[in-house]
């Protein structure tokens, strides 16, 4: 028989291995209590409840019969009842999704206070303003929340009455004049939505619990959902606790802490700490905190003791824990922990020196970094000198260079970012629907806040640069410019340079200099703890991957630069380029020969320029595979641009003959889609001598570097093959030209000939492209196009927008490999040749093969090697070993 659905659960009957059914945060704070640490009592409504109102719009029938016996027993242990007149219980109301989305979905504070119980509360604790602060809070988060009211006429309620008693802040507000704001918020309710706000606790809860079940499908929630490729079908659980308060004077207080620096990853208590303040005041930034070591010397018991029990976090979870606690006269309470957001700066200096300390081992340490990462921290940063002054200094919250436009709201970003500018976001504090413009800025500027703000979280959690908490900077919304300290004002649209591992802004464009991290991995030479962190995890991550990683390059110094970054060959070396700039005259010469006399001329002398690439490239990959790629492109790619060629033509009264045999060519070999027109083995086919020659130039490379005493290993690779009688054809004289060679040279090539799988027919007979093919090479970027029968530019520029925003992409094909279908057709012919040809070598030579979950798939699939520009090498291998660590079959499928 099945056991009924709970749809709540105590905190003491849950574990942190129920964050699906508990969400994140109600986990935690089951697994606190379960350890013994002072954690307030409460109750966590689960994700399945959440999914069954958002499918149905109604509470499933057993909720409230549930809730109301939690909320019962939580009574029972506080010796309170929720909004009594006397002696209120009041308890807050958190979202907690499974997977850490900060910011993004609500929270309401001191739900049971009404008329009656706020004097209650206020005769309680003996402090009125308390109590009426508190109450007045609650108006302002239910009343947005869960009524719908604008927040804006909250706010300006608030400062209307900060002008009239000369209050700097909120805190400032005596007594008198938070009753009468109390009284303008509720009249505000009244207006703005017809009824009364409800005196009514129960009632307040339930309507709580149901706006942050909502609260899920708000614009911000989905937009942060898609960005971190959250699932949209979890739902969010809700945590219903009593209230403990950091506002009831100097002895109390509330913070963050994090257990290690989230920014550097260097060890330590870090954190804010805000006395007589709840919370959000926090998060929100509209105060500025305290550096956390100043809770020692205000509350040094509070302080030592909440060390101890960050020690303890730390301890049992293994890693950087984000705990935020309320100090409530002089006792200490733990409301939340998790394992904490961090740069990437942070993750490999957190997870190696956890490694050094023997709390987790090797593997687990690179499980916990990852290639994105890692390819943030080769990144160049400013190159700033001693005489740079900085506009302003804040908290460096997530470091980086970054340099745009100043803007100065969410809409504006998005619409710069979109036309394609650089933009900087600079506001006075983020709130959530500040969202889109974080995601669209390449920095965050806040002039309040620190590194536990909204916008620092956030920021850390996306890998933007941000400056947080710049106090110097007065920031004017309205008039949309802020102004420095020396009186310099910055309009929306000029240029600042935002340093966030320095924690300062300058104006103007700042020159950027190499990263410490690209240097090491250049030479293989560390200059700190971070770069050993980084070259630890590299080490590990190649004792470990059975994926290979080689890189696309073209040149010797885009060769020389792949090796030393640790590619092991070359996957894609692409000769078309090698006709590009001055050599471009040459192919021109080739196109316009009137016979074959000419032709050949020109492809006379096209070798000699061809085979000295070769012969370098070879010499920098010396022992290593280099896979060469015959010339792929229509042949009108490297002529003049037709529009080009008829304005000069016309613009001239005596025109080159030359223009005029160009313009003829351009016509002639015209196409209404060239790329499925006259390139790759059809090119090499239709055009006499063009395959020949490339071919020679391969084989007296690499005889020139054979008897220089090298290992050449060059590998000749046929694109565009549809059928096998074309590849069949196009090794014959493959062959023919590498055994005129040996012959000449009296040397023994060995070269291997293969092919690129980049059509679809290809990739379903690739049993019998496989008889005559000694390695398949997955060209990924166009087997995508062809798969799903669109052009790559054109779709981008057109339609891709409207596609990942209505769902019909979670992430462009071009950035991530489609698995379903473009991936089901790279299983499928790896699968197929190596039945015809067991020792048939596999690889991945477009882009994904520089993406960390494509890197993944190709995994699984029991390719070879994958192959990506040199500059993605690192990361690759650092994926390719974390493949091997987290992909249970990852030996190999097909193999």
Not at 229 to 251: C, K, R, W, Y
Not at 354 to 365: K, N, Q, S, T, W
């Amino acid at each position: 028989m099945t056991a009924p659905i709970r749809y709540v659960y105590e905190f003491a009957e849950g574990g942190r291995d129920m964050a699906g059914l508990l969400g994140g945060k109600g986990a935690g704070l089951a697994e606190m209590t379960r350890i013994g640490l002072p954690v307030p009592p409460g109750f966590t409504v689960t994700t399945e409840a959440c999914k069954v109102y958002l499918a149905t719009g109604e509470e499933p029938d057993e909720l409230g019969v549930e809730a109301a016996r939690a909320l019962a027993r939580l009574e029972e242990a506080m010796g309170r009842t929720l909004g009594a007149p006397d002696d209120p219980l009041l308890v807050s109301v958190r979202s907690g999704a499974r997977f850490s989305m900060p910011g993004m979905m609500e929270t309401i504070l001191d739900i049971g206070l009404n008329d009656e119980s706020v004097g209650g509360l206020a005769k309680a604790s003996g402090q009125e303003r308390f109590a009426w602060d508190s109450y007045r809070r609650l108006i302002q988060m239910f009343g947005h929340t869960v009524m719908g009211v604008d927040a804006e006429l909250f706010e300006q309620a608030i400062v209307e009455h900060r002008e009239r008693r000369a209050a700097a802040t909120d805190h400032d507000l005596d007594t008198r004049e938070l009753v009468l704001l109390t009284e303008e918020f509720k009249a505000i309710v009244r207006k703005e939505t017809g009824e009364y706000f409800p005196q009514d606790p129960a009632d307040q809860l339930a309507r709580a619990v149901r706006a942050v079940f909502d609260s899920w499908n708000t614009e911000r929630a989905r937009v942060y959902r898609h960005r971190e490729h959250i699932p949209e079908d979890l739902g969010t659980a809700v945590n219903v606790q009593a209230m403990v308060f950091g506002n009831l004077g100097s002895d109390s207080g509330t913070g963050v802490a994090f257990t290690r620096d989230p920014a550097t990853g260097a060890r330590g208590v870090y954190g804010d700490y805000l006395p007589d303040a709840q919370g959000e005041d926090v998060v929100a930034g509209v105060r500025d905190a305290l550096p956390l070591s100043e809770l020692e010397r205000l509350d040094p018991r509070a302080y030592a003791e909440l060390g101890r029990h960050l020690g303890t976090l730390e301890e049992h979870y293994r890693d950087l824990c984000d705990v935020e606690f309320t100090v409530e006269r002089g006792r200490l309470w733990i409301l939340q922990t998790r394992v904490g957001k961090r740069t990437a700066e942070a993750a490999f200096r957190i997870a190696h020196d956890l490694r050094a300390e023997g709390a987790v081992d090797a593997d687990e340490a690179l499980k916990r970094v990852d290639g994105a990462g890692l390819t943030r921290l080769m990144f160049p940063r400013f190159a700033t000198t001693g005489t740079d002054v900085p506009l302003a200094r804040g908290v460096p919250a997530s470091p980086g260079a970054a340099v745009g436009a100043v803007v100065f709201d969410s809409a504006e970003a998005v619409r710069r970012a979109e036309a394609g500018e650089r933009v900087v976001l600079v506001r006075r504090e983020t709130t959530p629907d500040d969202l889109p413009g974080m995601i669209a800025a390449e920095a965050v500027l806040t002039s309040r806040g620190g590194k536990t703000s909204h916008a620092a979280v956030v920021a850390r959690g996306m890998g933007k640069v941000c400056v947080c908490g710049a106090e110097a900077l007065s920031v004017d919304l309205a008039a949309r410019r802020f102004t420095a300290p020396d009186d310099t004002v910055v309009e929306e649209g000029d240029t600042v340079s935002v340093d966030g591992t320095a924690g300062t802004v300058h104006l103007g464009e700042l020159p950027l200099t190499a990263s410490d991290v690209g240097h090491a991995l250049e030479t293989g030479t560390s200059t700190g703890p971070l770069t050993d962190a980084v070259l630890d995890a590299l080490a590990h991550a190649d004792s470990v991957r059975r994926l290979e990683v080689r890189a696309n390059a073209d040149t010797p110094e885009d060769a020389v630069r792949a090796r030393a970054l640790g590619a092991r060959g070359i996957g894609l070396c692409r000769t078309e380029h090698m006709f590009l700039g001055e050599r471009r005259a040459l192919v021109e010469a080739m196109i316009l020969a009137r016979d074959d006399g000419a032709r050949e001329e020109a492809l006379a002398a096209l070798l000699p320029p061809q085979r000295d690439d070769f012969t370098a490239i070879l010499a920098a990959m010396d022992g290593l595979p280099v896979t060469i790629r015959l010339l792929d492109p229509p042949l009108h790619e490297f002529l003049p641009d037709r529009t080009d060629l008829a304005v000069r033509l016309a613009a001239t009264a005596d025109p080159d003959p030359r223009d005029r045999e160009l313009l003829a060519a351009v016509e002639r070999m015209s196409e209404q889609n060239p790329m499925l027109g006259l390139r790759g083995v059809r090119l090499g086919l239709a055009v006499p001598g063009l395959m020949a020659m490339q071919v020679r130039a391969v084989a007296e490379a690499a005889t020139a570097r054979l008897r220089a005493g090298g290992t050449p290993r060059a590998e000749i690779m046929i694109p565009l093959v549809g059928t096998v009688e074309e590849l069949r054809l196009a090794r014959a004289e493959t062959e023919r030209v590498l055994a005129e060679v040996a012959a000449e040279t009296g040397t023994d090539l060995d070269c291997p000939i293969g092919t690129m799988i980049e059509l679809p027919r290809a990739a379903l007979t690739a049993g019998r492209i496989a008889e005559a093919a000694d390695f398949f090479s997955f060209g990924t970027n166009d087997l995508t196009q062809t798969t799903w029968g669109l052009s790559r530019d054109d779709a981008e520029a057109s339609f891709f927008p409207l596609y990942l925003d209505k769902g019909v992409f979670e992430v462009s094909p071009f950035e991530t490999i489609d698995q379903e279908g473009v991936g089901r057709l790279v299983e499928l012919a790896a699968e197929a040749g190596r039945a015809v040809r067991p020792g048939l070598e596999t690889g991945v030579c477009g882009e994904h093969g520089g993406d960390p979950a494509s890197i993944h798939f190709f995994h699984r699939a029991g390719l070879d090697y994958v192959s990506c520009s040199p500059f993605r090498v690192p990361a690759a291998r650092l994926e390719a070993g974390r493949a091997t660590l987290t992909d249970s079959d990852g030996s190999g499928a097909g193999r």
